[in-house]
């Protein structure tokens, strides 16, 4: 089976600093794949050189076999790679509904149309309703973004994603600094998501009760390399494991 | 409401300020008589559309182009030394205008792909550069272009001031008042344009790219298109607006078509209008202009009443007008950052949420 998303010996320098090094590894529809590792472990760089917003030193990202290593970010993301940020990365100064429309109207492949109003398009209009319906923010829609509660911000990052209905999702840390009761609707999503055995997800997460939850297979990042690769229980009774992250979480 | 693609100005004071601007423009041939009102109208319709067209830019994308007024002054020439070389005429005009515009765009096209890859600032400086040079070329070449002094030209018998249509409420009717609606009808028309490409989905994009275009990015929009595209764009209307403007003048040259401070004025209308509302470009002309033409007569009349004072009557020399919009525009700035269009809509989107 041809993997959905493959990195081959990826490697990233910042000066002399190494942050993802040599990372070969593949990601299989159907699958959940959590990614762990301390802060600083290049996680959230890895995932940057897979969307594109980072150039790999070397290495090469392939999409279902295809060599996408050449590709600027927009192009992967039309190709099926959506992307939820660690750090909130929203329109500030436009409304909920209109960051979630943009994602919509790229969904659609609306680029350059200029003839007609926005509006007009109310397949997208709609479109961008449901979205924002399925985390809960229907009742936000015409609230500014710097409106909203950080969870709530959490929440529109993660429907910006799913707007764009990509094949694979990586979420980085989609949970960080939500409120408890804030969490499960978010996890909810992603196991909602799980289901449907097209999707390839990928998820940095630091809590390993939603790890153990949710996970088919956990990968261990460590100073850029990779660690650690296999099923939850295995990979997380592995001493090197216990040693290098959880000894140091727990 | 269609016409205003579903944008109108929100709020009352807003929506009073742009409709008494447009009557005062509609109204001016009959409620004035002599030239200098017409004149001063007609600087606000091409100011208004111009700076429009800048805050597609400026307040919508977030690119800094100092090479708008350059496209302005390319559909200026186009329309002045056509006529000249072919004679007066509806068909010089329309092929100079063709001219200017298929020029604009290409121009466009290469200094946006050229540059826009890179960072905001590297556009700016190219278009800088090729502002900087096509005023010196437009100097350099006499033979083609009338260097420094120009090109006068004549334009259709239709627009000349001395046809008279007749008399309508006491006003004689001339050439000079058809062209004059001509312009204001081209200007409105260009203006309502602009509302509608802002409110199409490219022009939400636009807007996306302006407040964040990694992220804009991430969902899939190829940032560099947009970006060239609004400013081929905003060119093609700069130029269209420099082409009805040269057939007004009859005339023109560098200081009229090309010069900075033209696109100084333009940011500046912007500014005090409010940047990303379109509807800013029209007020902040309607002021600018007016304020340019009156402000000298009216601190004129302030130094002659402190002749007496020290330093005053020479702070307030009419010369010194410049000076006087400076420091309105600063207090502007600092008191009404959103400009005057952006404010009153402020308040009203305030107002209506508490
Ligand atoms: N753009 C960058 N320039 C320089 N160093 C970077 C850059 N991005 C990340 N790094 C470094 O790479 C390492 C990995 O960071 P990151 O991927 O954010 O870790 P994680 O997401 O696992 O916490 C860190 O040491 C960080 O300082
Ligand atoms: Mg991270």
């Given at each position: 089976?041809?993997?959905?998303?493959?990195?081959?010996?990826?490697?990233?320098?910042?000066?002399?600093?190494?942050?993802v090094?040599?990372?070969?590894?593949a990601?299989f529809?159907g699958?959940?794949?959590a990614?762990?590792g301390?802060?600083?472990?290049?996680?959230?760089?890895?995932?940057?050189?897979?969307?594109g917003?980072?150039?790999?030193s070397s290495?090469?990202?392939?999409?279902?076999g295809?060599?996408?290593?050449?590709?600027d970010a927009?192009?992967?993301?039309?190709?099926?790679?959506?992307?939820?940020f660690?750090?909130?990365?929203?329109?500030?100064a436009?409304?909920?509904?209109?960051?979630?429309?943009l994602?919509c109207?790229?969904?659609?492949?609306?680029?350059?149309?200029?003839?007609?109003?926005?509006?007009a398009?109310?397949?997208?209009?709609?479109?961008?309703?449901?979205?924002?319906?399925?985390?809960?923010?229907?009742?936000?829609?015409?609230?500014?973004?710097?409106?909203l509660?950080?969870?709530?911000?959490?929440k529109?990052?993660?429907?910006?994603?799913m707007a764009?209905?990509?094949?694979i999702?990586?979420?980085?840390?989609?949970?960080?600094?939500?409120?408890?009761?804030?969490?499960?609707?978010?996890?909810?999503?992603?196991?909602?998501?799980?289901?449907d055995?097209?999707?390839?997800?990928?998820?940095?997460e630091?809590?390993?009760?939603?790890?153990?939850s949710?996970?088919?297979?956990?990968?261990?990042?460590?100073?850029?390399?990779?660690?650690?690769?296999?099923p939850p229980?295995?990979v997380?009774a592995?001493?090197?494991?216990?040693?290098?992250?959880?000894?140091?979480?727990? | 409401m269609?016409?205003?693609?579903?944008?109108?100005?929100?709020?009352?004071?807003?929506?009073?300020?742009?409709?008494?601007?447009?009557?005062?423009?509609?109204?001016?041939?009959?409620?004035?008589?002599?030239a200098?009102?017409?004149e001063?109208?007609?600087?606000?319709?091409?100011?208004a559309?111009?700076?429009?067209?800048?805050?597609?830019?400026?307040?919508?994308?977030?690119?800094v182009?100092?090479?708008?007024v350059?496209f302005?002054?390319?559909?200026?020439?186009?329309?002045?030394?056509?006529?000249?070389?072919?004679?007066?005429?509806?068909?010089?005009?329309?092929?100079?205008?063709?001219?200017?515009?298929?020029?604009?765009?290409?121009?466009?096209?290469?200094?946006?792909?050229?540059?826009?890859?890179v960072?905001?600032?590297?556009?700016?400086?190219v278009?800088?550069?090729?502002?900087?040079a096509?005023?010196?070329?437009?100097?350099?070449?006499?033979?083609?272009?009338?260097?420094?002094?120009g090109?006068?030209?004549r334009?259709?018998?239709?627009?000349?001031?001395?046809?008279?249509?007749?008399?309508?409420?006491?006003?004689?009717?001339?050439?000079?008042?058809?062209?004059?609606?001509?312009?204001?009808?081209?200007a409105?028309?260009?203006?309502?344009v602009?509302l509608r490409?802002?409110?199409?989905?490219?022009g939400?994009v636009?807007?996306?790219?302006?407040?964040n275009?990694?992220?804009?990015?991430?969902?899939?929009?190829?940032?560099?298109?947009?970006?060239?595209?609004?400013?081929?764009?905003t060119a093609l209307?700069?130029?269209?607006?420099?082409?009805?403007?040269?057939?007004?003048?009859?005339?023109?040259?560098?200081?009229?078509?090309l010069?900075?401070?033209?696109?100084?004025d333009?940011?500046?209308?912007?500014?005090?209008?409010g940047?990303?509302?379109?509807?800013g470009?029209?007020v902040?002309?309607?002021?600018?202009?007016?304020?340019?033409?009156y402000?000298?007569?009216?601190?004129?009349?302030?130094?002659t009443?402190?002749?007496?004072l020290?330093?005053?009557?020479?702070?307030?020399?009419?010369?010194?007008?410049?000076?006087?919009?400076?420091?309105?525009?600063?207090?502007?700035?600092?008191?009404?950052?959103?400009?005057?269009?952006g404010?009153?809509?402020?308040?009203h989107?305030?107002?209506?949420?508490?």
């Open positions: 089976m041809t993997p959905a998303l493959e990195t081959r010996e990826l490697t990233i320098r910042f000066g002399g600093h190494v942050a090094d040599a990372v070969s590894c990601f529809p699958q959940l794949t990614i762990v301390p802060n600083g472990a290049g996680k959230t760089t890895y995932f940057n050189l897979m969307s917003q980072l150039r790999a290495g090469a990202v392939l999409v279902r295809r060599d996408i290593t050449g590709l927009p192009r992967r993301a039309r190709l099926g790679l959506g992307r939820a660690q750090l909130t990365n929203l329109f500030p436009l409304s909920v509904l209109e960051n979630v429309r994602a109207q790229a969904r659609a492949g609306v680029h350059y149309e200029m003839t007609r109003p926005w509006m398009r109310r397949d997208i209009l709609a479109a961008a309703h449901a979205t924002l319906a399925r985390v809960g923010l229907e009742g936000r829609a015409g609230s500014a973004v710097s409106a509660s950080h969870g709530d911000q959490r529109l990052e993660v429907a910006m994603m764009l209905e990509p094949d999702l990586m979420f980085d840390e989609p949970t960080a600094g939500m409120s408890v009761d804030e969490v499960p609707v978010v996890l909810d999503l992603i196991a909602q998501l799980k289901r055995a097209s999707k390839t997800i990928l998820l940095v630091h809590k390993m009760d939603v790890v153990r949710l996970a088919d297979r956990i990968i261990v990042l460590h100073n850029g390399k990779l660690m650690a690769d296999g229980a295995e997380i592995s001493p090197l494991v216990r040693e290098a992250y959880l000894g140091a979480a727990a | 269609r016409l205003l693609s579903g944008d109108p100005p929100r709020g009352w004071p807003a929506r009073a300020l742009v409709v008494l601007v447009a009557l005062a423009l509609a109204a001016t041939p009959l409620l004035f008589h002599g200098k009102p017409l001063v109208a007609e600087k606000i319709c091409v100011m559309a111009l700076a429009a067209s800048y805050d597609v830019l400026l307040g919508y994308t977030g690119i182009s100092f090479a708008h350059m302005f002054g390319v559909g200026a020439y186009g329309v002045g030394l056509a006529s000249y070389a072919l004679g007066p005429g509806w068909g010089a005009m329309a092929l100079g205008l063709a001219g200017g515009l298929a020029l604009s765009a290409a121009l466009a096209l290469a200094i946006g792909l050229f540059s826009l890859r960072q905001a600032i590297f556009f700016a400086m278009t800088l550069a090729v502002a900087y096509f005023n010196v070329l437009a100097s350099q070449l006499p033979d083609l272009t009338g260097g420094e002094d090109r006068s030209f334009v259709p018998e239709l627009l000349r001031p001395g046809h008279h249509f007749g008399h309508w409420l006491g006003t004689a009717v001339t050439g000079r008042t058809l062209t004059y609606y001509l312009v204001l009808a081209g409105a028309a260009l203006f309502l602009l490409i802002v409110n199409s989905p490219f939400r636009l807007q996306a790219i302006r407040e275009p990694l992220r804009a990015e991430a969902l899939g929009y190829r940032i560099v298109f947009h970006r060239t595209l609004a400013v081929i764009v209307v700069a130029a269209f607006v420099g082409g009805l403007d040269a057939m007004w003048l009859r005339y023109v040259g560098p200081d009229t078509a010069s900075f401070s033209i696109q100084i333009v940011l500046v209308i912007v500014v005090i209008g940047r990303g509302t379109l509807y470009a029209v902040g002309a309607a002021v600018f202009v007016i304020a340019e033409n402000l000298r007569a009216l601190i004129g009349a302030a130094a009443a402190t002749a007496d020290p330093l005053l009557p020479n702070l307030l020399h009419p010369d010194r007008w410049l000076l006087w919009l400076g420091v309105l525009f600063i207090l502007a700035v600092r008191f009404a950052p959103r400009g005057i269009v404010e009153l809509q402020r308040r989107d305030e107002g209506r949420r508490s």
